[in-house]
């Protein structure tokens, strides 16, 4: 039996990563407010702000989990807010990491002791996890402590045959990047030919590249570029 729990598996990166999962024959998880309309995915209501929703989460992973030869835990998850440096609220700020930073940490420290050798721990981070842009203030901290973690588990797990990465995606076509823009067609035209494509990148290829980094472990530690070549600014 093989597993993928999935942070957000409800839209975007995350329902397209279940769908990759499920195609290989995986029992598929999604953690989130949002049920995944996929209807092979199992779904666990939760509010990843929430220490008592994520327990009572894992409780049910737990027993799900039992038995498993291999399982990604994929933290797909994120908020995505437009603040500045100047006029991020620390509250709005502390919101954020709560979801995109304290949730991962809570699962892990509940569900890695579960995992069996073979496993992944799998981190969705940002071509913004590395670099910074304006009026993305709360989402580039988040992003840049994600690959920190990263680096932190991968050096926390040696020999425990579990490995981790983190997948850095460039501008995909998502509710959220479109929301974060403002859903202006121009600009969606502009930030899609920020890339040597000329266009957005499709979810399905951002789940390709997670499902392949689960079953290499040889890219244990590494940050892996998803962005179709971003052109130097």
């Known amino acids: 039996m093989k597993t993928a729990i999935i942070t957000g598996a409800s839209v975007g990166i995350g329902r397209a990563t279940a769908e990759a999962f499920l195609a290989e024959g ?59 440096a100047m006029d991020c609220d620390s509250d709005s700020l502390r919101d954020v990491l709560e979801t995109n930073v304290v949730a991962i940490n809570s699962l892990n420290r509940q569900l890695l002791p579960l995992l069996p050798r073979g496993s992944s721990v799998l981190y969705v981070g940002s071509t913004l996890s590395e670099k910074a842009v304006p009026y993305s203030f709360s989402y580039v901290i988040s992003k840049h402590a994600q690959l920190g973690m990263m680096r932190a588990t991968c050096q926390d797990l040696m020999g425990s045959g579990l ?5 850095c995606p460039g501008f995909t076509d998502t509710e959220m990047l479109r929301t974060h823009l403002g859903n202006d067609p121009d600009l969606e035209r502009l930030i899609a030919g920020m890339n040597s494509f000329d266009r957005l990148i499709d979810p399905a290829e951002i789940a390709e590249v997670i499902r392949w980094a689960h079953h290499n472990p040889v890219i244990n530690g590494a940050v892996l570029a998803a962005n179709l070549g971003q052109k130097e600014s």
């Open 26 to 84: 995986f029992d598929v998880y999604n953690l989130s407010r949002r049920p995944c309309p996929v209807p092979a995915v199992t779904n666990l209501a939760c509010d990843l702000a929430s220490t008592s929703s994520i327990a009572s989460a894992c409780e049910a992973l737990a027993a799900a989990i039992k038995g498993c030869e291999s399982v990604a835990l994929v933290h797909n998850a994120s908020q995505m807010r437009k603040d500045g």
């Open 163 to 167: 490995h981790t990465a983190l997948i």
